[in-house]
């Protein structure tokens, strides 16, 4: 399994960035996939994921802390999925990074982290 994050970059306050991140290596419709991010000197945070639910439907879950402004979303071959980010604070400002849990208990991989700077 490789993960490969991209689309970060340095942008002002109220900005919007879409990351994405290209997954490879095995069939991902039915694995969990997600966003995290970390910001110096503090823990990985969760922000989003897509859970299979069965047939072609899958649901998104969102951490409070960017729930309205942050969206997730997958392509139709399910081999990447997106972040979009809108009105950027300051608070987002970390390196981010895409992930998939392929056993169902944990995100076991993870891509190499793409990092996002918010300034004024």
């Known amino acids: 399994v490789q993960l490969q994050a991209s689309g970060g970059g340095s942008v002002q306050i109220g900005a919007s960035l879409r990351l994405s991140c290209a997954a490879s290596?095995?069939?991902?419709?039915?694995?969990?996939m997600g966003w995290f991010r970390q910001a110096p000197g503090k823990e990985r945070e969760f922000l989003a994921e897509f859970k299979w639910a069965g047939g072609t439907t899958y649901d998104a879950n969102y951490a409070d802390s960017v729930k309205g402004r942050f969206t997730i979303s997958r392509n139709s071959a399910n081999d990447a999925i997106y972040l979009q980010m809108n009105s950027l604070k300051p608070e987002d400002t970390a390196v981010y990074y895409c992930?998939?849990?392929?056993?169902?208990?944990?995100?076991?991989?993870w891509g190499q982290g793409t990092q996002v700077t918010v300034s004024s």
């Open positions: 992930a998939v849990d392929t056993r169902g208990i944990q995100f076991d991989y």
């Open positions: 290596g095995r069939a991902f419709w039915r694995y969990r």
